[in-house]
């Protein structure tokens, strides 16, 4: 169908190279409106008392979208910004300029489909023609060697399958020139709203982050960059990739994954050309693999639908899990008295990032040693974490919660284990709990071991510097 003038609605896919949207509609010759709509429903306060979208995310979101108006314009184009509900402000404005239709990326999350079904139902009603892209995953939903209502249970299946029977679709080049309608029907593009509008703070600089996470495509391309190339750190990835402190342990690729400013196959694209140009080995295919599990997640939630955010989860099975806020709250704020549990829980409430080695620890302590609710643990990553990701958060803490795509029943961390095999001298926990930072080496992990002199005599006093554990941890290591 030839349409004389399309509206692009940036969602989460927040870049101009591999867009396939933007691509289509700049190459079908139409004039070509690239919106973003702040919806206020990402801002709202949760269940458990925080907001859906906490600072750390609405500055890297408002970062990214600043980003995206600054590339577009480079192109001759430039960002609409809208504030309210998509299915309202999209379709008045489509009616304003007269478009004859809406472009977008399709989503697989109840809210996002709802919106998306109330968008094309009042576009429809107006003569609008919509059209959905998928391009949030490595591999095309239409490539899969399975419908997604077969997509298997276990990764592994998913992954064999995908390896050999599909292939990843080469990207999209950025558009050289976006047909922008004049001013007579786009006179003002919009402000950028600030996230005191949205009742959030400005996050304090924080010394101790990983990294500085600049949002938006030009920082991802930058990153991969530096990652990729000047640092020649993929070669190692598989062995540092476990690590907690520093820049480069890790890509750091998933915040501008979460919000589409880099795409997977972008990043796959890479990754091919470094085994090419550099070394090709275990640790290159390791972030290609952990790129095929992002993929899992959210052709699992595709499957699931709303089972992902349940309690019973995908498995249907009811725990009896507790619901003290005040405990939850000591594990929000990292005062658990478990030093390697509070270290990653303060390196999120400060930084708005944990390692994933971190995520899979503090996880497993709240649903297995203090049994509560998993659902609360992952609503505030929802708000705490700057990569934010829905498919794979919610099917993360499911596998923790014993109600997700699971073939091992035991889910549990020994807390003091893993801190002596990836914090042996007690480095991170001294970053980020500088209160027991005079107890030297391991033993900054397990401080109740020392006798109370021992701790008066470095100006500590348990239950009054540090808190008492939670639990129990002795006999446990």
């Not at 995206?68 to 184009?77: A, S, T």
């Not at 002199?453 to 939670?470: D, E, F, H, R, V």
Request: charged residues 30%; neutral net charge.
């Amino acid at each position: 169908m030839n349409f004389n003038r399309i509206i692009v609605w940036f969602r989460n896919d927040l870049r101009v190279k591999d867009q396939e949207a933007l691509h289509k509609a700049c190459s079908s010759g139409a004039e070509v409106i690239p919106v973003y709509c702040f919806d206020p429903r990402h801002f709202e306060t949760t269940e458990i008392g925080y907001p859906k979208t906490g600072s750390f995310r609405g500055k890297f979101l408002l970062e990214s979208v600043a980003d995206l108006r600054r590339n577009l314009r480079k192109i001759d184009g430039d960002l609409v910004i809208l504030r309210g509900n998509p299915e309202v402000e999209i379709i008045t404005l489509a009616e304003r300029v007269k478009a004859d239709a809406i472009f977008f990326s399709e989503e697989v999350t109840a809210e996002e489909q709802h919106v998306d079904k109330s968008l094309e139902k009042a576009a429809w009603s107006k003569g609008i023609a919509t059209e959905r892209f998928w391009q949030s995953t490595l591999y095309h939903i239409e490539d899969l060697p399975f419908p997604v209502t077969q997509v298997p249970e276990v990764f592994t299946q998913f992954r064999k399958s995908v390896e050999k029977m599909a292939s990843v679709r080469p990207t999209y080049p950025q558009p050289n020139k976006i047909n922008f309608p004049n001013e007579s029907v786009i006179p003002l593009s919009g402000e950028l709203p600030g996230l005191k509008s949205y009742g959030l703070e400005d996050p304090e600089p924080e010394r101790r982050s990983v990294m500085e996470f600049d949002g938006g495509e030009s920082a991802g391309l930058g990153r991969i960059q530096s990652y990729f190339w000047e640092g020649d750190h993929l070669k190692v990835y598989k062995e540092t990739r476990n690590g907690l402190m520093g820049e480069d342990y890790s890509s750091k690729f998933s915040a501008w994954l979460a919000l589409g400013c880099l795409s997977p196959r972008t990043i796959y694209e890479e990754v091919k050309r470094y085994e090419k140009e550099r070394k090709k080995n275990q640790s290159t295919y390791w972030l290609i693999f952990e790129l095929i599990w992002r993929d899992y997640f959210r052709f699992i939630t595709k499957k699931h639908g709303n089972k992902v955010f349940k309690i019973e989860g995908i498995k249907n099975t009811r725990d009896s899990w507790r619901r003290d806020s005040a405990d939850f709250q000591r594990w929000c704020e990292g005062q658990t008295g478990v030093p390697f549990v509070d270290a990653n829980m303060r390196e999120l409430k400060f930084s708005g990032f944990m390692s994933n080695r971190g995520r899979q620890n503090v996880a497993s302590f709240l649903v297995n040693d203090l049994g509560i609710d998993w659902t609360w643990g992952a609503s505030y990553f929802e708000s705490q974490l700057i990569d934010y990701d829905v498919c794979s958060n919610w099917g993360n803490w499911m596998y923790v919660g014993g109600v997700g795509n699971d073939p091992r029943e035991n889910r549990y961390f020994n807390i003091l284990r893993q801190g002596k095999n990836y914090d042996k001298n007690g480095d991170y926990v001294r970053l980020w709990v500088p209160e027991l930072a005079d107890i030297k080496g391991f033993d900054i992990h397990q401080p109740w071991e020392l006798s109370t002199a021992q701790l008066k005599k470095i100006g500590i006093q348990m239950g009054n510097t540090y808190p008492q554990s939670m639990v129990d941890l002795e006999g446990v290591f």
